[in-house]
């Protein structure tokens, strides 16, 4: 399979030396966070060999920047039935790269979320949100003339998802290159995105032109693809779009059905198949596999971390919650990708983020904290 990359890749910098504008607004006041700390390890745990033992502290994170979209998902109350059928919707605050952003601010690490949302009351309340997790929203801008995203997610009986979008075009979709906060960007340890934001213009200017500054600063790249196929023109450009920046970043993370996708049609449990996908440059390659947990690989090994069988309720920010788990351990410590036997107990306590947060509705209200992470984890033992 070919993997694509553009020759103008990092041509949109021209701004890089210019100050981000500071956009101020009075009409609602943001309320103060209070101090986080990371929550001790369960009582119960103490002094026992478990799983949780290798699992990084991090209390004194390095910062990770969350780079894309923030929107409302309208998830269904009740499962197995079409968005005509749902007799009610929950409201959730939502999107790939807000997600891990509060998913590692709940875990005790150091987030920040830059992205675009509407001058309204969804925009607003999303802006609170952050603030109320204790992630960093300074990169965050507001649209006078675009409304924030929608999204219903329609919930079948099994707990998967079906999307319908409302961005036409939505405030995430505006965000523009003058508009970033690249002192933010060079604070950071890693600089997370996915592909929703390289759909159009002038997102993906953007996109890219945060990216390069982060490389150029030494920032570890991050990115999940996220694939969201309704939102693209067609098929062919989403697998363009998404391999156009394959090859800049230091950790990729798919799932099963995005390996078929970008490999069009091939085997996602085929070895040979998911090394296409390692490129010379990358570190680490994920592959979630929902409950049955992820599989890793590294320039010296790979292998497969098993999941946590729960009740699906909801997979909506599964992926992102297993994100968030293994990003706030890499931002503590990124020697973890040398050594397979801490990366894989990085890995466990990533799948039990993932397992734990399936079983609540709506993605950032399920995330869990680190301590109910770790308590989950000697459970599973015990």
């Not at 390095?62 to 269904?76: K, N």
């Not at 971390?305 to 994100?323: C, E, L, Q, S």
């Amino acid at each position: 399979m070919a993997v694509y990359s553009s020759p103008a890749l990092w041509s949109t910098a021209s701004l890089l030396s210019s100050p981000p504008p500071r956009l101020c607004f009075t009409r609602r006041t943001l309320r103060p966070s209070s101090a986080f700390s990371s929550p001790p390890l369960p009582s119960n745990a103490r002094g026992k060999a478990f799983p949780g033992d290798a699992v990084l502290d991090t209390k004194e994170s390095p910062l990770v920047v969350c780079f894309g979209e923030m929107l409302i998902d309208f998830v269904p109350t009740t499962n197995g039935l079409s968005l005509a059928e749902a007799p009610a919707f929950k409201k959730a605050a939502g999107g790939a790269p807000a997600n891990v952003a509060v998913g590692i601010a709940r875990l005790g690490g150091s987030s920040a979320f830059i992205g675009k949302v509407g001058e309204d009351e969804f925009g607003y309340m999303l802006a609170d949100i952050l603030k109320e997790n204790n992630v960093n929203n300074e990169g965050m801008r507001f649209d006078p003339g675009a409304r924030t995203a929608l999204a219903f997610v329609t919930l079948r009986s099994d707990g998967e998802r079906e999307f319908m979008f409302y961005r036409n075009p939505s405030a995430d979709m505006l965000l523009q290159e003058a508009e970033l906060d690249f002192d933010l960007i060079r604070k950071a340890k890693i600089l997370h995105y996915g592909s929703i934001s390289l759909i159009t213009e002038p997102c993906k200017s953007a996109h890219i032109a945060a990216a390069k500054a982060a490389k150029e600063a030494g920032v570890v790249l991050s990115y999940d693809p996220n694939l969201r196929l309704p939102l693209w023109p067609s098929a062919k450009s989403a697998r363009e779009g998404i391999l156009s920046i394959w090859e800049t970043a230091d950790i990729i993370k798919v799932s099963e059905e995005e390996i078929s996708f970008l490999t069009e049609g091939e085997d996602p449990f085929d070895e040979t198949v998911v090394r296409k996908l390692y490129h010379p440059n990358l570190n680490l390659l994920l592959v979630t596999e929902g409950p049955d947990g992820c599989r890793y690989y590294t320039k010296e090994f790979s292998g497969r971390v098993k999941g946590m069988k729960v009740d699906a309720v909801d997979t909506t920010g599964a992926g992102d919650a297993f994100v968030a788990g293994i990003l706030s351990q890499l931002a503590v410590d990124l020697s973890l990708i040398q050594n397979e036997d801490k990366l894989r107990d990085a890995l466990l306590f990533a799948n039990a983020c993932g397992a734990l947060t399936v079983t609540e509705r709506g993605a950032i209200p399920a995330l869990p904290t680190r301590e109910a992470v770790l308590d989950v984890m000697f459970k599973s033992v015990a």
